[in-house]
């Protein structure tokens, strides 16, 4: 089980994207707004607010009384910690960033059909350069199914062999060649192994939609979004007991990605822990129940 702990992506570590931030106007305080009108903040937060009042000139849109945060921006949305939330362009998405020494970057929730990371440092030039196709072959298990199948892809996905050089610039780019790409959330960060995954580790997911049956029995169905969850049993050196507790005290309340095992999208969670516990049984090997509940 490895954990890569984020950076905060700011203006400064944001260089470019392809992705216009253009979804609405921007905010203007002498400017007067009808009730539902929306404008972005393009600056420091790039979030979306919608009116709550008509005649609504010169409110700060922190003030909840007029206005309502809807959202991230669109170019934003891949960093405000939604997964649900997917960033999205026709054909490609491309961020560039400027993040310093980072060893792993994970992306979630995402609609494409490859990713390309490049890590450039001024120096020593390309030290990084690889493409990962996200056809996924897990629903074919014989000839009729090779033929008839729908093409499936992976949705998440954790590269955890970037190599950190602090001065270096990242291009990510998410491609859906004729389509539309879209991510849900892009996190890079430094990367910690807290002990190795046992067999039988246990997947699923918490449904938030809503399901009611009418006086008649016909369903009404409110699709909403839903998180991962996993649970799974780890074992660890003991001189390393003292570390990992250390860790999951210190990010008890931050999200964190969590690789359970790196081939398998599934066991690829971005949230918190709810609860784990480390079992001493020997003068080698400890033990430790983990479980992980994702964010929607």
């Known amino acids: 089980m490895k954990i890569i702990r984020p950076t ?22 002498a400017t007067t707004y009808a009730l539902g009108d929306r404008v972005i903040v393009t600056t420091g937060v790039h979030k979306i607010y919608e009116s709550l009042q008509a005649g609504n000139v010169g409110h700060a849109v922190t003030d909840d009384s007029w206005w309502l945060e809807i959202s991230a921006t669109n170019r934003w949305k891949v960093f405000d910690g939604k997964i649900a939330d997917q960033t999205s362009n026709a054909t490609s998405i491309n961020y560039v960033l400027a993040p310093g020494a980072i060893d792993a970057i994970a992306l979630l929730n995402m609609d494409a059909t490859s990713v390309q990371i490049t890590l450039t440092d001024p120096t020593y030039g390309v030290v990084y350069d690889q493409t990962i196709d996200l056809v996924s072959t897990s629903n074919v298990v014989d000839g009729y199914t090779y033929f008839f199948e729908p093409i499936t892809r992976r949705t998440a996905l954790a590269l955890l062999d970037i190599p950190p050089y602090s001065a270096a610039s990242g291009s990510i780019t998410i491609a859906n060649t004729g389509g539309t790409a879209k991510v849900g959330e892009i996190v890079l960060g430094r990367q910690s192994d807290i002990g190795e995954t046992e067999y039988g580790p246990s997947i699923g997911i918490i449904d938030y ?9 016909n369903y009404i169905v409110l699709e909403r979004a839903y998180s991962k969850r996993i649970s799974c049993q780890l074992f660890l050196l003991n001189g390393k007991v003292d570390e990992v507790v250390r860790q999951l005290e210190l990010y008890r309340a931050t999200p964190l990605v969590w690789v359970a ?22 003068p080698t090997v400890s033990n430790c129940s983990l479980e992980i509940e994702g964010l929607t």
């Open 209 to 217: 939609s809503k399901k009611e049956a009418d006086t008649f029995g």
């Open 261 to 282: 095992a790196e081939d398998f999208s599934s066991l690829i969670v971005y949230g918190f822990y709810k609860s784990f516990d480390i079992v001493i049984p020997g």
């Open 8 to 29: 905060t992506i700011t203006d400064a570590i944001l260089t470019s994207s392809t992705v216009a931030e253009t979804d609405y106007a921007a905010y203007n305080a």
